[in-house]
C-alpha cells in the first residue's frame, strides 16, 4: 500500500507545477541534492587548495634551501676574502718593520705548536735552505718572539721567549739599566738582576740590550707590569711581553743579526 501511495506522489509531482512555474520533482530533487553538491564542492575546494599549496610550499622550500646554499657559499668566499686581506695587513707591517731594522730577514709562517708538555714551542716554514741558522732571532711587529733552536732544511723549532730555557739580554728603557729577562713557563717574564735601589714604573718597557750575542739592540721585549723590593739587593719584575705569542701566524727570522750586532770585518 505505501509503495503505491509514494508511486502516486511522484507521478503527481512530475505534473503538479509550483508557484514559480517550476515542477514539484525537479523542487524536491534539487532540495534533496543540495546537501550534497555542497558538502562535494567543498571537498573538490579543499583538494584543490591542498594541492595548491604543496606545490607552492614544495617549490618555495627548494628556493630556500638554493638560497641558504648561495648564502653559504658567500659567506665562505667573504671569509676568504677577510682572511686575505688580515694576512696582508700584517705581513705589510713585517715588512715595514724588515725595512727598519735594516737586517737580512725572511718572513715565515708558523705551521705547527708543540704539544702542552713542551710549551712556549712553535715551529715555522723556513729553514737552512732559506738562510735560517740555529739562534737565529725570530721577530713580530711588536718585537721579540724567540729564537730558533733547532733547524732542518724547510721548517725550524722556534723557542718562545716565554720558555723556561729562554733568556734574552735586557735593559730598561729609561735608565738603560741592563739585565736578563727570563721566560717562566706561563705568560708572563722576570726581570732579573736590577738593583732594589733602581727606580723603576710600572709600565716602563724593556728593550734588548744586545749583549747576549743573539738579538740586535733596542728590540722590544715588553712592559713592566709589576715589581716589588727582592729579599737579596735585586728587585723581583714581571714583564708581559709585547708579542701576542699565542696567537702567531707569521713571523720575521733575522738572518745576519749577528753580522750587524758585530759589525763589518776589519780590512786587511
Not at 668566499?77 to 713585517?94: A, D
Not at 733568556?167 to 708572563?188: C, K, Y
Request: aromatic residues 4%; contains cysteine; positive net charge.
Amino acid at each position: 500500500m505505501l509503495p503505491l501511495l509514494l508511486l502516486q506522489l511522484v507521478l503527481l509531482s512530475l505534473q503538479i507545477q509550483g508557484p514559480s512555474g517550476t515542477l514539484l520533482f525537479k523542487t524536491w530533487t534539487l532540495t534533496a541534492q543540495a546537501p550534497i553538491i555542497a558538502v562535494s564542492s567543498g571537498i573538490t575546494r579543499g583538494i584543490s587548495h591542498v594541492w595548491r599549496g604543496y606545490v607552492w610550499m614544495v617549490g618555495a622550500r627548494s628556493e630556500n634551501e638554493q638560497l641558504q646554499k648561495t648564502v653559504r657559499q658567500l659567506s665562505l668566499v667573504n671569509s676568504g676574502y677577510e682572511q686575505i686581506r688580515q694576512e696582508n695587513i700584517r705581513l705589510r707591517r713585517l715588512l715595514s718593520m724588515n725595512e727598519g731594522i735594516g737586517v737580512r730577514s725572511i718572513g715565515a709562517r708558523v705551521v705547527a705548536r708543540a704539544p702542552s708538555f713542551l710549551a712556549n714551542i712553535i715551529y715555522i716554514d723556513r729553514g737552512s735552505e732559506d738562510g735560517v741558522r740555529v739562534d737565529a732571532p725570530v721577530l713580530y711587529c711588536d718585537g721579540i718572539i724567540g729564537r730558533t733552536v733547532i733547524v732542518s732544511g724547510r721548517q725550524s723549532q722556534v723557542q718562545l721567549i716565554t720558555n723556561e730555557d729562554a733568556s734574552v739580554g735586557a735593559m730598561l728603557e729609561n735608565s738603560r739599566t741592563p739585565g736578563v729577562i727570563r721566560g717562566a713557563g706561563d705568560s708572563l717574564l722576570d726581570l732579573n738582576y736590577i738593583n732594589n735601589a733602581e727606580q723603576i714604573a710600572v709600565g716602563e718597557r724593556v728593550l734588548s740590550s744586545g749583549l747576549d750575542g743573539v738579538y740586535p739592540k733596542g728590540l722590544a721585549i715588553g712592559k713592566v707590569v709589576a715589581l716589588q723590593k727582592g729579599k737579596d739587593v735585586f728587585k723581583s719584575i714581571k714583564v708581559a711581553p709585547s708579542v701576542d705569542l699565542i696567537h702567531l701566524e707569521e713571523v720575521l727570522v733575522l738572518l745576519d743579526a749577528s753580522k750587524q750586532e758585530n759589525g763589518p770585518a776589519p780590512e786587511k
